[in-house]
C-alpha cells in the first residue's frame, strides 16, 4: 500500500481550476519530485495534502486514513510535516528555540502543565538531533533572522524533521540561493535523506536538483499530470519538453 494516495483531487477557484483531477501514489522511502511551470498547480496541491485547502473533489489518503476535510494540525499530527515556498521561521527566536517548539508542536500532550517539563526535554533533544542532522549545531543560540538565507532553509528543514514526520513536504527549498548555497543545501539534503530513508514530496524549478535527489518525477501543467516516470523518462517526454519551452539541457 502506497504511503500517500491521491485520487481525482480538483481544486477550483471560481471559473480557474488549479488542481485538475490529479491521482498519485507516493511509495514508502520514496523522493517524489513534483514540477511543472509557474502557475502549474504545484504550492496548491502541497496545501490540498496540508488541509491548508479543502478539495472540490477528490481525496487525499496518507498511510491508510482519508485526510480529506481533516484540520492542519490533524494532518501535522498524523505524520505529515512541510516547508514553504517563503520561509516560515521565528525570527526574533534562537535557531534552536525554532526547532524545539516545531518539534513540541508534534506531540500530543504539547501544551500541558503537569509533566509538561518531559515534553520540553523530549523536544529539545530532537531539536538537538535534527541541527545536528543538517549542520546547525554550532549556530543554535544564534537569532534566527541573521542566518544567512541558505541556513534559514535549512532550519526550515530542521523544523520539520524535529517533527518526526513519515512524509515530508519540501516546497522550492533552494529558492532564492546562490549557486553555492544550492550546492552545499543540496549536498546536505542528499546525505539526510539517504541516512534517514524518509518518504519525501518535492516541489523544486531548479532541475539539476530534482535529478539529484528524486527516484520519480510528476509533471503539472495547467494544474493536471501531463508526465509521471523516472528522471530520464521524464527528462525525454516531449510533452514535458513542450510545457517548458526549450526542454531540458
Same mark, same amino acid.
Given at each position: 500500500?502506497?504511503? !500517500?494516495?491521491?485520487?481525482? !483531487?480538483?481544486?477550483?477557484?471560481?471559473?480557474?481550476? +488549479?488542481?485538475?483531477?490529479?491521482?498519485?501514489?507516493?511509495?514508502?522511502?520514496?523522493?517524489?519530485?513534483?514540477?511543472?511551470?509557474?502557475?502549474?498547480?504545484?504550492?496548491?496541491?502541497?496545501?490540498?495534502?496540508t488541509?491548508?485547502?479543502?478539495?472540490?473533489?477528490?481525496?487525499?489518503?496518507? +498511510?491508510?486514513?482519508?485526510? =480529506?476535510?481533516?484540520?492542519?494540525?490533524?494532518?501535522?499530527?498524523?505524520?505529515?510535516?512541510? =516547508?514553504?515556498?517563503?520561509?516560515?521561521?521565528?525570527?526574533?527566536?534562537?535557531?534552536?528555540?525554532?526547532?524545539?517548539?516545531? @518539534?513540541? +508542536?508534534?506531540?500530543p500532550?504539547?501544551?500541558?502543565?503537569?509533566?509538561?517539563?518531559?515534553?520540553?526535554?523530549?523536544?529539545?533533544?530532537?531539536?538537538?538531533?535534527?541541527?545536528?542532522?543538517?549542520?546547525?549545531? +554550532?549556530?543554535?543560540?544564534?537569532?534566527?533572522?541573521?542566518?544567512?538565507?541558505?541556513?534559514?532553509r535549512?532550519?526550515?528543514?530542521?523544523?520539520?524533521? @524535529?517533527?518526526?514526520?513519515?512524509?515530508?513536504?519540501?516546497?522550492?527549498?533552494?529558492?532564492?540561493?546562490?549557486?553555492?548555497?544550492?550546492?552545499?543545501?543540496?549536498?546536505?539534503?542528499?546525505?539526510?535523506?539517504?541516512?534517514s530513508?524518509? =518518504?519525501?514530496?518535492?516541489?523544486?524549478?531548479?532541475?539539476?536538483v530534482?535529478?539529484?535527489?528524486?527516484h520519480?518525477?510528476?509533471?503539472?501543467?495547467?494544474? @493536471?499530470?501531463?508526465?509521471?516516470?523516472?528522471?530520464?523518462?521524464?527528462?525525454?517526454?516531449?510533452?514535458?519538453?513542450? @510545457?517548458?519551452?526549450?526542454?531540458?539541457?
Amino acid at each position: 500500500m502506497a504511503l !500517500l494516495e491521491l485520487d481525482e !483531487l480538483t481544486r477550483r477557484f471560481g471559473g480557474l481550476v +488549479a488542481i485538475d483531477h490529479v491521482s498519485m501514489r507516493v511509495e514508502e522511502g520514496e523522493v517524489r519530485a513534483v514540477i511543472g511551470p509557474n502557475g502549474a498547480g504545484k504550492s496548491t496541491l502541497f496545501n490540498l495534502i496540508t488541509g491548508i485547502l479543502k478539495p472540490s473533489q477528490g481525496s487525499v489518503r496518507f +498511510a491508510g486514513e482519508r485526510l =480529506t476535510g481533516q484540520s492542519v494540525s490533524r494532518v501535522s499530527q498524523r505524520g505529515i510535516a512541510r =516547508t514553504f515556498q517563503l520561509t516560515a521561521i521565528f525570527r526574533e527566536m534562537s535557531v534552536r528555540d525554532n526547532v524545539r517548539l516545531a @518539534a513540541q +508542536a508534534r506531540e500530543p500532550r504539547r501544551w500541558q502543565f503537569h509533566g509538561g517539563g518531559a515534553v520540553f526535554e523530549a523536544a529539545g533533544r530532537r531539536a538537538d538531533a535534527a541541527l545536528e542532522r543538517l549542520g546547525l549545531s +554550532a549556530i543554535g543560540d544564534r537569532l534566527a533572522g541573521l542566518l544567512s538565507h541558505g541556513d534559514q532553509r535549512l532550519l526550515e528543514v530542521a523544523m520539520a524533521l @524535529a517533527q518526526k514526520p513519515r512524509l515530508l513536504l519540501l516546497d522550492e527549498p533552494t529558492q532564492g540561493l546562490s549557486v553555492e548555497e544550492t550546492a552545499e543545501t543540496v549536498e546536505t539534503l542528499s546525505k539526510v535523506l539517504a541516512e534517514s530513508g524518509m =518518504t519525501v514530496l518535492l516541489v523544486e524549478h531548479d532541475m539539476d536538483v530534482v535529478f539529484r535527489l528524486a527516484h520519480r518525477i510528476t509533471v503539472l501543467h495547467r494544474g @493536471a499530470v501531463i508526465a509521471d516516470g523516472l528522471p530520464e523518462e521524464v527528462k525525454q517526454d516531449g510533452a514535458v519538453q513542450t @510545457a517548458y519551452l526549450g526542454g531540458f539541457d
